[in-house]
């Protein structure tokens, strides 16, 4: 997988997230991001059941 930003709009939380994308940067190859990566995804199993 890719670790990415992605900057938009929320249209949608139910029954899934959907976001109307403006702008996407991959943040894979950067190691400081790339040690964070897990604990985001921690963070987000928290915040979206």
Same mark, same amino acid.
Do not use: F, Q
């Given at each position: 997988? @890719?670790?990415?930003?992605?900057?938009?709009?929320?249209? +949608?939380? +139910?029954? =899934?997230? #959907?976001?109307?994308? #403006? @702008?996407?940067?991959?943040?894979? =190859?950067?190691?400081?991001? @790339?040690?964070?990566? +897990?604990? =985001?995804? =921690?963070?987000?199993?928290?915040?979206?059941?």
């Amino acid at each position: 997988g @890719k670790y990415v930003m992605v900057m938009g709009v929320l249209r +949608s939380c +139910s029954p =899934e997230p #959907i976001l109307r994308a #403006i @702008k996407m940067t991959d943040l894979s =190859e950067n190691p400081v991001h @790339k040690n964070m990566w +897990s604990l =985001e995804v =921690e963070d987000l199993h928290r915040v979206i059941p």
